[in-house]
């Protein structure tokens, strides 16, 4: 099979500008044409060193990333949320007939603070917030959608 240019290491590239080089100097001194080429590829074979160089310190091995199901996926965020509400739930707990009835009190209020239209649409299982109806992915928790 036929090797692609990026596939050729830099130091062919650098090897053989040299000889066109070399070559076109010293047996044939009037084809200039030919010394600009070899200065080309010798430039070209320079660059593609340095370029795999940096690729290489940047590139992270292809075993590392695997697909992610995101319906298994876990979101950090929304477990500390979850064990954060949790937590206020747990503390919140009425223990009096007194404290039960603060609790009512609050919820009234709640309601009344509500807006009297309900607004229709898509919402996220996971966290709640709305989502376009054309959306396959949540925007704030990134959960996929049905």
């Known amino acids: ?37 070899g200065g080309i590829m010798t430039l070209y074979g320079l660059g593609k ?12 091995d292809d075993k590392e990333w695997e697909p992610l199901d ?27 007939q007194q404290g039960a009835q603060q609790t009512q009190q609050q919820q009234i209020q709640h309601q009344m603070q509500r807006p009297a239209h309900q607004i229709s649409g898509r919402y996220c299982a996971n966290c709640g917030s709305q989502i376009a109806p054309h959306h396959r992915f949540c925007t704030q928790c990134g959960a996929r959608t049905n």
Do not use: C, H
């Open 49 to 60: 060193l340095a370029y795999d160089k940096v690729e290489k310190q940047f590139k992270t």
């Open 1 to 37: 099979m036929a090797r692609k240019a990026s596939d050729i290491s830099g130091w062919v590239f650098i090897g053989i500008g040299f000889v066109v080089i070399a070559v076109s100097i010293f047996f044939y001194n009037t084809l200039k044409f030919f010394i600009v080429i």
């Open 70 to 96: 995101l319906n298994k996926a876990k979101n950090p965020y929304i477990e500390k949320m979850e064990q954060e509400k949790r937590n206020a739930q747990m503390q919140q707990r009425p223990m009096t």
